[in-house]
């Protein structure tokens, strides 16, 4: 079975730096998409940053030239640098798969979420 593993994540002063990690544990033929989306309070969840199907990266305008996507396909991780974060900024940060759990089946995609990670950016 496919989860999503979260780290990083807490609370960090506005100009600080976090950085959000996430793990694909159990057996995944393929991904298709990887990223991170967040959720404000009051607020709809919306894409943060993503590597999209074919490799390139989107990023959402409030973050560019602030957040890093990155990922690491042997060890099918993706990691999100956040530097220069704002009061804004904070939401609970979810990473997002989309992939193909079994060869046999290579159409059959599923959506996967992390838990959640809460950001808070406070003085």
């Known amino acids: 079975q496919v989860q999503l593993v979260e780290s990083g994540g807490g609370l960090v002063q506005p100009g600080g730096s976090l950085r959000l990690s996430c793990a694909v544990s159990?057996?995944?033929?393929?991904?298709?998409?990887m990223g991170w989306y967040r959720q404000a309070p009051g607020k709809q969840r919306e894409l943060v940053a993503a590597f999209t199907r074919s490799s390139s990266i989107k990023y959402s305008d409030s973050v560019k030239g602030r957040f890093t996507i990155s990922r690491d396909n042997a060890k099918n991780t993706v990691s999100l640098q956040m530097n220069s974060l704002k009061p804004e900024d904070t939401a609970v940060y979810y990473c997002?798969?989309?992939?193909?759990?079994?060869?046999?089946?290579?159409?059959?995609?599923?959506?996967?979420w992390g838990q959640g990670t809460q950001v808070t950016v406070s003085s």
């Open positions: 159990g057996s995944i033929f393929s991904i298709k998409t």
């Open positions: 997002n798969v989309v992939g193909v759990p079994d060869y046999r089946f290579p159409f059959n995609e599923y959506i996967y």
